[in-house]
T-cell receptor, first 114, second 113 residues
């Protein structure tokens, strides 16, 4: 039973480029959450999605960031025109019931902006 | 004042000792309390999950919630070197606007063999 799969594990982008982070939830899970972990900081909630719907994006920066979870395929977190401050670990979690306390986390994607 | 406060450590104890990890919080609406373990360069792993006040025990781990003091604890008995990791507390207000968890910064724990 594969867990939450995130790829790539490491991503290096130059300032101004786009970053695409992918998350495949656990089998049978249709709820996905994205979190960001800055150095020396705790995990910060970004967005909660169900298939084809954004349920809560209250933690998402208003500009340059977007997320989707299509009917088929992984959830995508997209960061346009990356800046150095976007360098962080981005974690995806998935749950079966939509109850966030029962979510399982992936291994994260570490984004470095140079 | 941050919503969740957690001492980042590092906390270093000898193998076999009882470890006490703590978080305080300011939002009285938090009802669900979790502890996660995170090894270096890995994703968080759920250890314990408690609803409202009280104690919960699972093997060597005991979670305590004191809502009157807005204080939660995780105790690890008979600590092992493999317990060395960062421990994150997390909380959720089920009636709040955001569906995500609110995390502490994590405490870095080192168990000395």
């Amino acid at each position: 039973n594969a867990g939450v799969m995130q790829n790539p594990r490491h991503l290096v982008r130059r300032r101004g480029q786009e970053a695409r982070l992918r998350c495949s939830p656990m089998k049978g899970h249709s709820h996905v959450y994205w979190y960001r972990q800055l150095p020396e900081e705790g995990l910060k909630f970004m967005v909660y999605l169900q298939k084809e719907n954004i349920i809560d994006e209250s933690g998402m920066p208003k500009e340059r960031f977007s997320a989707e979870f299509p009917k088929e395929g992984p959830s995508i977190l997209r960061i346009q025109q990356v800046v150095r401050g976007d360098s962080a670990a981005y974690f995806c979690a998935s749950s079966q019931s939509g109850f966030n306390t029962e979510a399982f986390f992936g291994q994260g994607t570490r984004l470095t902006v140079v | 004042q941050k919503e969740v406060e957690q001492d980042p450590g590092p906390l270093s104890v000898p193998e076999g000792a009882i470890v006490s990890l703590n978080c305080t919080y300011s939002n009285s609406a938090f009802q669900y309390f979790m502890w996660y373990r995170q090894y270096s360069r890995k994703g968080p792993e759920l250890l314990m999950y408690t609803y409202s006040s009280g104690n919960k025990e699972d093997g060597r781990f005991t979670a305590q919630v004191d809502k009157s003091s807005k204080y939660i604890s995780l105790f690890i008995r008979d600590s092992q070197p493999s317990d060395s990791a960062t421990y994150l507390c997390a909380m959720m207000d089920p009636g709040g606007g955001a569906d995500g968890l609110t995390f502490g910064k994590g405490t870095h724990l080192i168990i000395q063999p």
